[in-house]
Protein backbone atom coordinates (compact mmCIF):
# COMPACT_ATOMS: atom_id res chain seq x y z
CA UNK A 1 0.00 0.00 0.00
CA UNK A 2 1.22 3.34 -0.90
CA UNK A 3 2.82 5.30 1.84
CA UNK A 4 0.68 8.15 1.57
CA UNK A 5 -2.66 6.85 2.19
CA UNK A 6 -4.05 6.22 5.81
CA UNK A 7 -7.17 4.45 6.14
CA UNK A 8 -8.69 4.00 9.44
CA UNK A 9 -8.82 0.27 10.85
CA UNK A 10 -12.94 0.57 10.57
CA UNK A 11 -15.00 3.59 9.44
CA UNK A 12 -15.90 3.84 13.13
CA UNK A 13 -12.49 5.48 13.80
CA UNK A 14 -13.34 8.36 11.33
CA UNK A 15 -16.55 9.18 12.20
CA UNK A 16 -17.89 12.72 11.70
CA UNK A 17 -19.11 13.01 15.61
CA UNK A 18 -20.69 16.62 15.32
CA UNK A 19 -23.25 15.35 12.64
CA UNK A 20 -26.92 13.68 13.42
CA UNK A 21 -26.34 10.27 11.31
CA UNK A 22 -23.81 8.20 10.67
CA UNK A 23 -20.71 10.16 8.25
CA UNK A 24 -17.55 9.44 8.04
CA UNK A 25 -13.93 11.71 6.52
CA UNK A 26 -10.83 9.86 5.86
CA UNK A 27 -8.37 12.64 4.53
CA UNK A 28 -6.14 10.76 3.15
CA UNK A 29 -7.79 7.73 1.31
CA UNK A 30 -6.13 7.89 -1.89
CA UNK A 31 -2.40 8.93 -2.60
CA UNK A 32 -1.27 11.45 -4.81
CA UNK A 33 -0.10 9.59 -7.37
CA UNK A 34 -3.80 7.84 -7.63
CA UNK A 35 -5.59 11.35 -7.84
CA UNK A 36 -2.94 11.72 -10.76
CA UNK A 37 -4.23 8.95 -12.47
CA UNK A 38 -7.94 9.26 -12.03
CA UNK A 39 -7.93 12.97 -12.91
CA UNK A 40 -5.80 12.11 -16.00
CA UNK A 41 -8.37 8.94 -16.74
CA UNK A 42 -11.49 11.24 -16.42
CA UNK A 43 -9.78 14.02 -18.91
CA UNK A 44 -7.76 11.08 -21.37
CA UNK A 45 -11.27 9.14 -20.99
CA UNK A 46 -13.03 12.73 -22.80
CA UNK A 47 -10.20 13.30 -25.58
CA UNK A 48 -11.31 9.67 -26.59
CA UNK A 49 -14.63 9.66 -26.63
CA UNK A 50 -14.29 12.53 -28.68
CA UNK A 51 -12.99 10.74 -31.34
CA UNK A 52 -14.40 7.70 -31.46
CA UNK A 53 -18.54 9.26 -30.71
CA UNK A 54 -19.83 12.68 -31.30
CA UNK A 55 -21.51 13.38 -27.78
CA UNK A 56 -18.67 14.52 -25.43
CA UNK A 57 -18.76 12.81 -22.23
CA UNK A 58 -18.82 16.08 -20.17
CA UNK A 59 -21.85 17.73 -20.02
CA UNK A 60 -21.15 21.16 -19.26
CA UNK A 61 -23.53 23.09 -16.73
CA UNK A 62 -24.47 26.22 -16.57
CA UNK A 63 -21.81 26.30 -12.98
CA UNK A 64 -19.82 22.75 -13.12
CA UNK A 65 -18.78 20.14 -16.02
CA UNK A 66 -20.63 16.25 -15.47
CA UNK A 67 -19.51 13.12 -16.47
CA UNK A 68 -22.14 9.89 -15.22
CA UNK A 69 -20.08 7.24 -15.27
CA UNK A 70 -21.44 4.11 -16.85
CA UNK A 71 -24.45 6.45 -18.45
CA UNK A 72 -27.31 8.36 -17.67
CA UNK A 73 -29.98 7.22 -15.49
CA UNK A 74 -33.59 6.51 -17.52
CA UNK A 75 -36.10 8.76 -17.28
CA UNK A 76 -37.44 5.84 -14.26
CA UNK A 77 -34.43 6.23 -12.41
CA UNK A 78 -33.15 3.03 -13.53
CA UNK A 79 -29.80 2.20 -14.97
CA UNK A 80 -29.30 -0.11 -18.23
CA UNK A 81 -26.75 -2.74 -15.93
CA UNK A 82 -23.56 -1.96 -17.43
CA UNK A 83 -19.99 -2.41 -15.23
CA UNK A 84 -18.40 0.77 -14.14
CA UNK A 85 -14.94 0.89 -16.39
CA UNK A 86 -11.23 -0.47 -14.33
CA UNK A 87 -10.65 3.09 -13.10
CA UNK A 88 -13.31 3.54 -11.23
CA UNK A 89 -13.77 0.38 -9.60
CA UNK A 90 -10.13 0.52 -8.60
CA UNK A 91 -8.79 2.17 -6.12
CA UNK A 92 -11.84 3.61 -4.88
CA UNK A 93 -14.72 1.25 -4.85
CA UNK A 94 -12.65 -1.94 -4.33
CA UNK A 95 -10.84 0.05 -0.90
CA UNK A 96 -14.91 1.31 -0.09
CA UNK A 97 -15.61 -2.53 0.23
CA UNK A 98 -12.41 -3.35 2.23
CA UNK A 99 -12.83 -0.94 4.91
CA UNK A 100 -15.23 -2.65 7.64
CA UNK A 101 -17.56 -0.56 9.60
CA UNK A 102 -16.50 -1.28 12.94
CA UNK A 103 -14.27 -3.88 14.79
CA UNK A 104 -17.36 -6.29 16.12
CA UNK A 105 -17.90 -7.52 12.49
CA UNK A 106 -15.56 -6.73 10.42
CA UNK A 107 -16.83 -8.41 7.06
CA UNK A 108 -19.85 -5.53 7.06
CA UNK A 109 -18.86 -2.66 5.03
CA UNK A 110 -20.62 0.63 4.11
CA UNK A 111 -22.26 -1.13 1.04
CA UNK A 112 -23.32 -4.55 3.04
CA UNK A 113 -26.80 -3.59 3.12
CA UNK A 114 -27.43 -1.99 -0.53
CA UNK A 115 -29.33 -3.77 -3.01
CA UNK A 116 -26.15 -4.57 -4.95
CA UNK A 117 -23.80 -4.97 -1.96
CA UNK A 118 -21.55 -2.39 -3.67
CA UNK A 119 -21.48 1.29 -6.23
CA UNK A 120 -22.56 0.74 -9.48
CA UNK A 121 -22.57 4.62 -10.92
CA UNK A 122 -20.29 7.32 -10.56
CA UNK A 123 -21.02 11.12 -11.05
CA UNK A 124 -18.20 13.00 -11.68
CA UNK A 125 -18.52 16.98 -11.13
CA UNK A 126 -15.97 19.38 -12.03
CA UNK A 127 -15.87 23.16 -10.82
CA UNK A 128 -13.76 25.76 -11.28
CA UNK A 129 -12.78 28.76 -8.61
CA UNK A 130 -16.54 30.14 -8.24
CA UNK A 131 -18.76 27.40 -9.08
CA UNK A 132 -21.16 25.31 -6.96
CA UNK A 133 -24.12 23.01 -6.92
CA UNK A 134 -27.42 23.97 -6.13
CA UNK A 135 -28.17 23.11 -2.19
CA UNK A 136 -30.56 19.79 -3.16
CA UNK A 137 -31.63 16.13 -2.11
CA UNK A 138 -30.29 13.36 -4.23
CA UNK A 139 -33.74 11.60 -4.39
CA UNK A 140 -35.12 7.53 -4.22
CA UNK A 141 -33.07 6.84 -7.68
CA UNK A 142 -30.45 5.67 -5.01
CA UNK A 143 -29.68 3.77 -1.79
CA UNK A 144 -29.03 6.81 1.04
CA UNK A 145 -25.31 6.60 1.02
CA UNK A 146 -23.10 8.57 -0.99
CA UNK A 147 -19.22 8.06 -0.90
CA UNK A 148 -17.14 11.13 -2.18
CA UNK A 149 -13.58 11.47 -3.31
CA UNK A 150 -12.18 14.50 -4.11
CA UNK A 151 -9.52 15.80 -6.33
CA UNK A 152 -7.59 18.73 -6.92
CA UNK A 153 -8.55 21.41 -4.35
CA UNK A 154 -10.51 21.52 -0.97
CA UNK A 155 -14.02 23.41 -0.83
CA UNK A 156 -16.59 22.87 2.09
CA UNK A 157 -19.84 20.90 1.36
CA UNK A 158 -22.68 22.95 3.10
CA UNK A 159 -25.35 20.65 4.85
CA UNK A 160 -28.98 22.81 5.18
CA UNK A 161 -32.22 21.88 7.23
CA UNK A 162 -35.65 22.09 6.09
CA UNK A 163 -38.01 24.73 7.57
CA UNK A 164 -41.74 22.78 9.22
CA UNK A 165 -43.37 24.57 5.66
CA UNK A 166 -40.99 22.54 3.70
CA UNK A 167 -38.50 25.51 2.49
CA UNK A 168 -34.52 25.67 3.49
CA UNK A 169 -33.15 27.07 5.84
CA UNK A 170 -30.80 30.10 4.17
CA UNK A 171 -28.01 29.35 6.55
CA UNK A 172 -26.29 25.80 6.10
CA UNK A 173 -26.47 23.75 9.67
CA UNK A 174 -23.39 21.76 9.31
CA UNK A 175 -20.25 22.58 6.80
CA UNK A 176 -17.76 19.48 5.61
CA UNK A 177 -14.35 20.53 4.85
CA UNK A 178 -12.98 18.03 2.00
CA UNK A 179 -9.53 18.29 1.10
CA UNK A 180 -8.31 16.75 -1.90
CA UNK A 181 -7.70 13.01 -1.40
CA UNK A 182 -10.01 12.81 1.29
CA UNK A 183 -13.34 10.26 1.10
CA UNK A 184 -16.23 11.99 2.74
CA UNK A 185 -19.24 9.33 3.65
CA UNK A 186 -22.84 10.27 4.08
CA UNK A 187 -25.69 8.43 5.15
CA UNK A 188 -28.96 8.33 6.55
CA UNK A 189 -30.88 11.37 7.52
CA UNK A 190 -28.41 13.43 5.58
CA UNK A 191 -29.07 11.74 2.67
CA UNK A 192 -32.62 11.71 2.99
CA UNK A 193 -33.72 14.70 5.26
CA UNK A 194 -31.08 17.22 4.51
CA UNK A 195 -30.28 19.24 1.64
CA UNK A 196 -26.47 19.88 0.99
CA UNK A 197 -24.69 21.94 -1.74
CA UNK A 198 -21.71 23.53 -2.97
CA UNK A 199 -21.65 28.11 -2.60
CA UNK A 200 -20.56 29.71 -6.11
CA UNK A 201 -17.56 31.45 -4.21
CA UNK A 202 -13.70 31.96 -5.19
CA UNK A 203 -12.54 31.65 -1.37
CA UNK A 204 -14.21 29.73 1.69
CA UNK A 205 -14.36 31.50 5.11
CA UNK A 206 -15.05 31.10 8.18
CA UNK A 207 -13.37 27.75 8.34
CA UNK A 208 -12.09 26.74 11.97
CA UNK A 209 -13.12 23.94 14.82
CA UNK A 210 -16.22 25.34 15.47
CA UNK A 211 -17.64 25.87 11.95
CA UNK A 212 -16.42 22.80 10.49
CA UNK A 213 -17.84 19.82 11.55
CA UNK A 214 -14.94 17.41 10.09
CA UNK A 215 -12.13 19.82 11.40
CA UNK A 216 -10.28 17.28 13.85
CA UNK A 217 -10.27 14.82 11.11
CA UNK A 218 -8.97 17.03 8.47
CA UNK A 219 -5.20 16.20 7.21
CA UNK A 220 -3.44 19.69 7.13
CA UNK A 221 -5.79 22.11 9.71
CA UNK A 222 -2.61 24.62 9.70
CA UNK A 223 -3.36 25.30 5.83
CA UNK A 224 -6.68 26.73 6.97
CA UNK A 225 -5.78 28.57 10.63
CA UNK A 226 -6.63 32.05 8.70
CA UNK A 227 -9.88 31.00 7.98
CA UNK A 228 -9.62 30.97 4.25
CA UNK A 229 -8.97 28.95 1.44
CA UNK A 230 -8.66 29.99 -2.02
CA UNK A 231 -10.76 27.61 -4.53
CA UNK A 232 -8.74 25.67 -7.52
CA UNK A 233 -9.76 23.60 -10.04
CA UNK A 234 -11.87 20.73 -7.98
CA UNK A 235 -12.86 17.17 -9.46
CA UNK A 236 -15.26 14.93 -7.20
CA UNK A 237 -16.48 11.71 -7.87
CA UNK A 238 -19.37 10.42 -6.17
CA UNK A 239 -20.08 6.60 -5.76
CA UNK A 240 -23.63 5.53 -5.59
CA UNK A 241 -25.88 2.13 -5.41
CA UNK A 242 -28.52 2.85 -8.13
CA UNK A 243 -31.53 0.83 -6.76
CA UNK A 244 -32.92 -0.12 -9.93
CA UNK A 245 -31.33 -1.83 -12.49
CA UNK A 246 -32.40 -2.56 -15.86
CA UNK A 247 -30.54 -6.12 -17.22
CA UNK A 248 -31.74 -4.86 -21.32
CA UNK A 249 -28.08 -2.62 -20.45
CA UNK A 250 -26.15 -6.18 -20.29
CA UNK A 251 -27.13 -6.51 -24.08
CA UNK A 252 -26.03 -3.04 -25.52
CA UNK A 253 -22.92 -2.93 -23.41
CA UNK A 254 -20.84 -5.27 -24.88
CA UNK A 255 -21.31 -3.29 -28.13
CA UNK A 256 -19.73 -0.05 -26.69
CA UNK A 257 -16.44 0.77 -26.49
CA UNK A 258 -15.08 1.27 -23.21
O1 LIG B 1 -19.27 17.48 -5.80
C1 LIG B 1 -19.73 17.20 -4.72
O2 LIG B 1 -19.04 16.99 -3.71
C2 LIG B 1 -21.22 17.17 -4.52
C3 LIG B 1 -21.94 16.59 -5.69
C4 LIG B 1 -23.40 16.48 -5.42
O3 LIG B 1 -23.96 17.17 -4.62
C5 LIG B 1 -24.17 15.49 -6.13
O4 LIG B 1 -23.62 14.80 -7.01
O5 LIG B 1 -25.36 15.33 -5.81
Not at 40 to 48: E, H
Not at 205 to 233: C, M
Amino acid sequence: MSPSINLPVCLEDARIKVLPTAAFYISDFISKEEEEVLLSKINRTNALKIQTAPKPKWKVLSHRRLQTWPSDLTKNNSLLDSPLPGWLRDPVASRLLECPMNMSNMKQHIFSDSPHGGPNHVLINEYQPGEGIMPHKDGAAYHPVVCTVSLGSSLTLEIYETKDDGTRETTPKFRILQEPRSLLITTGELYTDYLHGIAEVHEDVDLDHITIANWDLLRSPEIYKQGNFQRSTRTSLTYRDVIKVSKLGAKFSMFKAR
